[in-house]
């Protein structure tokens, strides 16, 4: 026996209410008890949707209380560490977290499971061996760099590379779940697990007497970062081996290096993208503009998750469809749209109702960037309009084309910032990551159609075949 959302609604309800909402409820059972891959996709899908809600939660949480401990100055000086070191680290992969999305499926569907078991090895050896040395090398910048960097930041960058292995290995473990649609073990490690953590080990520390500074909350960063992705790793690994029986490995490393590198300068190009605003108001201006900034971005973690939650739980469905019928992959890459839009449209509005009050929780200062998100909100919406073309693209072996349309993306971000934000201050950052948006969305629904032939845009997606 199951719950059935249809079948709950016809008894408690009045029958013409239940009536009127069975399209609605039959969906809802559909996505939740349907067992073929579309079905699989949908739950996975508001798995990861429901996760980011309640990561949503404890980020607000954990970013008001971090604020309120430290002040805006110190907490800009965290902010800016945290995002880099989150940045650096999964670019660390060189694309093998999301290449093993692709080749997981695939290797699966075709019996190949020597090749299965191989990929598995191999991206865990390189991701750990590559993310090792680049936290090296950035050590080493930061040392030789510090005459040219704010005093304040170096130590603190310093400490920050020692996360790096281990942010990068979290990200390939997430991948390696996201593949086999383990849902809770690809997001919660990352979303939920390490947030709380971080939250945890900086208030410990500041029971027991540490100063409340950028500093102590690396050192929570640190302890938190590395407890998570050793957790993440026995779990992951232990439900690894029970899917796949042991048996002889076959690598191809540089067939899988080929394919991951233009796909990890589209991750590379895309995590730039989505934080170069932060960035580029780190370099042009203090610390409390950073914090300031950055808190109110982080209020459109509401909008933003939407996106995020479907292309967690389709990723690895263009992968399969690729392969099989192209009309059924059109129909479902134009379905997802539908899934990314209305969802994000209605937490936008929310935002907007709501973001001064989310934001004082900050601190008065912190209400400054309120009408910021009005601005920032168009970029945010735009984005959801296309649904999550790059995916399609890198999903489906246009990985290369994808690169190239978030180089100029990121080109357009970067020159806009560099021209705005000195005549503008915020309000520049803002103006040139809404600009930056729009232009993604239009260029990658663009590719997409001249492509695959898919529609990939909310109001004009046909409802027939491609």
């Given at each position: 026996?199951?719950?059935?959302?249809?079948?709950?609604?016809?008894?408690?309800?009045?029958?013409?209410?239940?009536?009127?909402?069975?399209?609605l409820l039959g969906r809802i059972d559909a996505v939740l008890f349907t067992a073929d891959e579309r079905g699989e996709a949908g739950r996975m899908s508001v798995i990861a949707f429901s996760v980011r809600i309640v990561s949503a939660v404890i980020a607000f949480v954990s970013q008001v209380l971090m604020a309120r401990w430290m002040g805006s100055f110190e907490y800009g000086i965290f902010v800016l560490v945290w995002v880099t070191m989150v940045i650096v680290g999964n670019l660390a992969c060189l694309g093998f977290h999301t290449s093993v999305i692709r080749y997981i499926p695939e290797y699966r569907e075709r019996g190949l499971m020597d090749e299965l078991r191989g990929i598995v090895l191999a991206s865990r050896l390189f991701v750990l061996i590559a993310s090792t040395l680049?936290?090296?090398l950035g050590a080493l910048g930061v040392w030789l760099a510090a005459p040219w960097i704010e005093n304040y930041y170096v130590i603190p960058f310093i400490l920050g590379v020692i996360c790096l292995p281990m942010i990068a290995m979290s990200d390939?473990?997430?991948?390696?779940?996201?593949?086999?649609?383990?849902?809770?073990?690809?997001?919660?490690?990352?979303?939920?697990?390490?947030?709380?953590?971080?939250?945890?080990?900086?208030?410990?520390?500041?029971?027991?007497?540490?100063?409340?500074?950028?500093?102590?909350?690396?050192?929570?960063?640190i302890a938190a970062t590395y407890v998570t992705t050793l957790g993440q790793l026995v779990g992951v690994t232990q439900r690894m081996e029970r899917q796949i029986p042991a048996g002889p490995i076959k690598v191809h490393f540089a067939q899988w290096f080929v394919v991951s590198l233009p796909i990890f300068l589209v991750e590379s190009f895309f995590f730039l993208l989505t934080n170069a605003d932060v960035l580029m108001v780190g370099a042009y201006m203090d610390p409390n503009d950073v914090a300031v900034y950055f808190a109110t971005v982080k209020t459109?973690?509401?909008?933003?998750?939407?996106?995020?939650?479907?292309?967690?739980?389709?990723?690895?469905?263009?992968?399969?469809?690729?392969?099989?019928?192209?009309?059924?992959?059109?129909?479902?890459?134009?379905?997802?749209?539908?899934?990314?839009?209305?969802?994000?449209?209605?937490?936008?509005?929310?935002?907007?109702?709501?973001?001064?009050?989310?934001?004082?929780?900050?601190?008065?200062?912190?209400?400054?960037?309120?009408?910021?998100?009005?601005?920032?909100?168009?970029?945010?919406?735009?984005?959801?309009?296309?649904?999550?073309?790059?995916?399609l693209l890198t999903m489906s072996g246009n990985?290369?084309?994808?690169?190239?349309?978030?180089?100029?993306?990121?080109?357009?971000?970067?020159?806009?910032?560099?021209?705005?934000?000195?005549?503008?201050?915020?309000?520049?950052?803002?103006?040139?990551?809404?600009?930056?948006?729009?232009?993604?969305?239009?260029?990658?629904?663009f590719t997409v159609w001249r492509k695959l032939g898919i529609t990939m845009l909310i109001f004009l997606a046909p409802k027939g075949a491609a």
């Open positions: 026996m199951r719950f059935s959302a249809a079948t709950t609604a016809g008894r408690f309800l009045p029958q013409r209410w239940a009536l009127r909402m069975g399209p680049i936290a090296g390939l473990l997430s991948g390696l779940a996201r593949a086999n649609s383990w849902a809770l073990f690809a997001l919660s490690p990352t979303y939920l697990v390490r947030p709380v953590l971080i939250l945890l080990f900086m208030a410990l520390m500041l029971f027991v007497g540490y100063a409340p500074d950028a500093r102590t909350a690396i050192f929570a960063s459109l973690a509401l909008v933003h998750f939407v996106y995020f939650a479907v292309k967690a739980g389709v990723a690895q469905r263009y992968a399969q469809f690729t392969h099989g019928d192209p009309q059924r992959l059109a129909a479902f890459a134009r379905e997802t749209v539908s899934w990314t839009f209305w969802p994000s449209l209605l937490m936008a509005l929310l935002v907007l109702a709501l973001g001064e009050p989310m934001l004082v929780l900050f601190g008065p200062e912190f209400t400054s960037g309120y009408p910021l998100l009005f601005l920032l909100v168009f970029g945010v919406v735009a984005r959801a309009a296309v649904g999550p073309c790059e995916s990985q290369n084309i994808c690169a190239a349309v978030y180089a100029m993306t990121l080109a357009f971000n970067i020159a806009l910032n560099v021209v705005l934000i000195p005549m503008f201050g915020l309000w520049g950052a803002a103006m040139a990551t809404a600009f930056a948006m729009i232009f993604e969305a239009g260029a990658l629904s």
